[in-house]
């Protein structure tokens, strides 16, 4: 038998046969270990999960569903398939799921396809409010091809406008309602959507992209018992590969089905497939429900540390893993805070708040979440940390005063206190030497 070693050193492996690209992926992997990632739709996936994506499953084609593929050799396919649903179903509650979208947005993209027609109206949270694109903005091609209602949350408290909701699908007589969102701190009332959506004869639909995980391990409330269908991703607070997923009811599940594959796509990612089986079964555990509810607990602290040093957020605060944070009335748009965290090393995004007067390049707000941090186990401690941490990046950013210099030397400082504490949390899935550091 021939020695085992490292996939990437062994004959034609990686590092041999590719250094270039072996090099850019171990710079990542330093990256991802030394900066705290605060961007809420990432996460560290588990090694397990990791091995699944990158397995040999890769090699196979099984356009079509188990027990109706188009290829032959599907002995093993079927059985990864049929056990990633078994586990969905088991773990949302859900009547009939989809596991091969490619993604997010491609599994939104089918719902469109199997139970609507281009031109019908559709209404989604705009993306200027904290929907996502595929809620149809006009950028996309869901704004595009259908004829999109948007509504928004209030201005006075940030939370979704159920009156305007309400109005628009008596007026606009939706053929889908979604809900559900990509920058919405608070919980989503998926109960009064279904209300509102029902009594005009509307498909409501729930994205849970986000907010999968917290649902999973029911530290928020889930749609499932209330909405027709439910769309997510499975690499967000879910914490597995990247992909996408449908949970419908069944009268939906044959269209449901069918806008997949033939409608959209062609074959299944099949390592992904297993890598969602992995996960779902990660998810089913009481580690899972711990972490899950560790990533709200964070959030709030967090939010709560933040407000103290005089960051307004967005609705006042969080329900979920996620904050918002208009970062003007500290002196810096929300685009100079992100590129000022990131030179500190905390990674996050900028983002519109809602209302928001500057243009989506260069807005006033900053999008951070706690899905990543808490999967490498920061607590209390660390938001504390975080937000003094923050607080100090706006400050030097918002001294006009401060030469370039003084203040890449003032983000260096913080750099390298943050540096100290990620030492301190090795992260899941990470290749680590024997010393402790990322490789
Ligand atoms: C992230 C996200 C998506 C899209 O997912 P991709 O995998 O990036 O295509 C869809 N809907 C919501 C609410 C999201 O947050």
Known sequence: MQAVVAPSQAAGGLTE??????????????????????????????????????????????????????YEGQQQIDKIEELAVKRAKAVFGAEHVNVQPYSGSPANQAVYVGLCAPGDAVMGLSLAHGGHLTHGDKVSISGMHYKSVQYGVRKEDGLIDFDQVEALAKEHQPKLLFCGGTAYPRVVDFAHFAEIGHAVGAIVVADIAHIAGLVAAGVHQSPVPHVDVVTTTTHKSLRGPRGGMIMCKAQYAAAIDKAVFPGLQGGPHNGTTAAIAVTLKEAMGVEFKAYSQQVVDNAKVLGEELSARGFALSSGGTDNHLILIDVTDKGVTGYQMAKALDQAGIVCNFNRVPF???????????????????????GADEMKHLAEWMDRVAQVRADEGKELDDRKKAYAEIR?????????????????GEDGQPL
Do not use: M, W
Not at 18 to 27: G, S, T
Not at 419 to 429: K, S
């Open 17 to 70: 046969f590719d250094p270039e690209v072996e090099a850019i992926i171990r710079a990542e992997n330093k990256r991802q270990h030394n900066k705290i990632r605060l961007i809420p739709s990432e996460n560290y996936t588990s090694q397990a999960v990791l091995e699944a994506t990158g397995s040999i499953l890769t090699n196979k084609y099984s356009e079509g569903y188990a027990g109706e593929r188009y």
């Open 356 to 378: 928001d007067s500057r243009p989506a390049k260069r807005p006033s707000g900053i999008r951070i979440g706690t899905p990543a941090i808490t999967s490498r186990g920061f």
């Open 416 to 432: 390298a206190e943050v540096r100290a504490l990620c030492d301190r949390f090795p992260a899941p899935g990470l290749l680590y």
